[in-house]
DNA sequence: GCAAGATTTTTGGCATACCAAATGCCAGAT
DNA sequence: ATCTGGCATTTGGTATGCCAAAAATCTTGC
């Protein structure tokens, strides 16, 4: 079949190249529901609840004032990104990680956290490197991230998601937000604890160095080890919030 | 609020121990447009046709036979996956990927499967390790990879696929074959040359052989530079391929 | 002959109605 | 009191129809 006919190129308009980007995409009442219900499902506790939570279509589309059909859209996406589980006939489900599905993916994160660290000692400027001590400048010796765990637990992932994203690997960084998201319910319970805390720190300050240093090698194994001591925390020490 | 009741116990129904396995699930036409729409985007060489290709809600509803609910829920599905984007009132565009995106995504697989390899050291049975060389036991030195592209190339697949499962982690394994799907289409391409495949067989043996040694160490460095290798080969020689 | 404007067509977004399966409640039988 | 069958309800699945924006096409005036 034959090609469908191109546009044809705009006319002259040499005036007006200021700030015309694109226009608001406006985003559908899809991708809106989308949003919220995500926010929603991260941000509900969901293994404070001893019974698991359902969603129900109708209820959410006259709680978000839309019809049925964007609400399902959104949660095809869901389903997707593995945040819900639609049963036929049954329900929506929020689902739950069990604790082996936790320290899974926080074996994977190791992973593509220590290949950033590879590629940022390769790649990134040795200002970017150095600016990721700031995420910690607010701790030393005499304020100790142990006695302010909520605020360390924040700049500890900060931390991370800028590390990830010098490696300059929109693919690295998408994988790891995603991971993140799916890890954050025990963020809070697990990255904050106090006695890992104590190590944290460091071990941060020991992957800038080798990274600063150009150490590859160094790099990828201390970031590597890193992320695989929270999973072996986890896994030896997460029984409770399975119960 | 009380905990929905749980269905009893079933009486004792000693008999009819035969056969009654669960019913066939059903798949929703929903899913079964997913499936089918994932196979024909697969399946079309993407990179081939010079013009973006258009899909058409409309269009495939008659074709598939089903209204275009099911379809556009399926295509939500393939939006998340990063399969095709939808440009509002514009049409469903198939994505082309950039070959920075390709040799980003092959990295990260390497991420992913060096970490595979390194679980592989520790927990996997010496038997299903050394069935690895298996996928390539019709090739040898009278028989070279390099006269039987079409076949290595399926053996090639076929072997990192088992070797990520091996890990026994099923993030590892999924998010692998994501990215797979998506270098796929290159991949006959790229993996199949002729100048790689004669480095690629030797290449293999070396991590099985760290694999069966249980060095962890050596398994996961070789794991990684084997499909780092292939990053760097795409990138270097990958031009002709996204004019 | 051509360009600007009006009109028709195309295309995704959204709302609504109906369907069928799974549950749960309840009356009637034992 | 308990069990059983059926009916009403709930809930996701699907089909349809209409809307508005953008493209494509046609019209018209110079």
Redesign the pocket.
């Known amino acids: 079949m034959p090609a469908?006919?191109q546009?044809k190129a705009l006319?002259a308009m040499a005036e007006a190249d200021i700030a015309i980007v694109r226009?608001a995409p406006e985003t559908?009442?899809?991708n809106?529901a989308y949003e919220a219900l995500k926010e929603a499902i991260l941000k509900m506790d969901i293994y404070a609840t001893p019974e698991q939570v359902?969603?129900?279509?109708?209820?959410l589309?006259e709680r978000l004032?839309?019809?049925?059909?964007?609400i399902?859209?959104a949660?095809a996406m869901l389903e997707q990104d593995g945040f819900v589980k639609?049963?036929?006939?049954?329900?929506?489900v929020v689902v739950r990680r069990t604790k082996t599905e936790i320290v899974d993916m926080i074996r994977a994160w190791a992973a593509l956290e220590s290949m950033a660290a590879r590629l940022i000692t390769t790649t990134a400027r040795k200002k970017d490197i150095t600016a990721l001590r700031d995420f910690f400048k607010d701790f030393n010796q005499d304020r100790l991230p142990q006695d302010h765990i909520e605020e360390y637990s924040k700049a500890n992932i900060a931390f991370h998601q800028a590390l990830i994203s010098l490696s300059e690997s929109p693919v690295l960084v998408d994988m790891t937000n995603d991971i993140l998201l799916h890890v954050r319910g025990y963020r809070q319970l697990t990255i904050g604890r106090k006695d890992r805390t104590a190590t944290s720190l460091p071990e941060h300050m020991g992957i800038i160095e080798a990274l600063e240093a150009r150490d590859t090698e160094l790099a990828e194994k201390r970031a590597r080890d890193h992320t695989l001591g929270l999973a072996a925390y986890v896994e030896a020490h997460g029984q409770e919030l399975f119960t």
């Open positions: 469908r006919k546009p006319p226009i559908s009442f899809k809106k359902m969603l129900d279509e109708r209820a589309s004032g839309v019809s049925r059909t964007p399902r859209e949660i639609t049963v036929p006939r049954r329900g929506i």
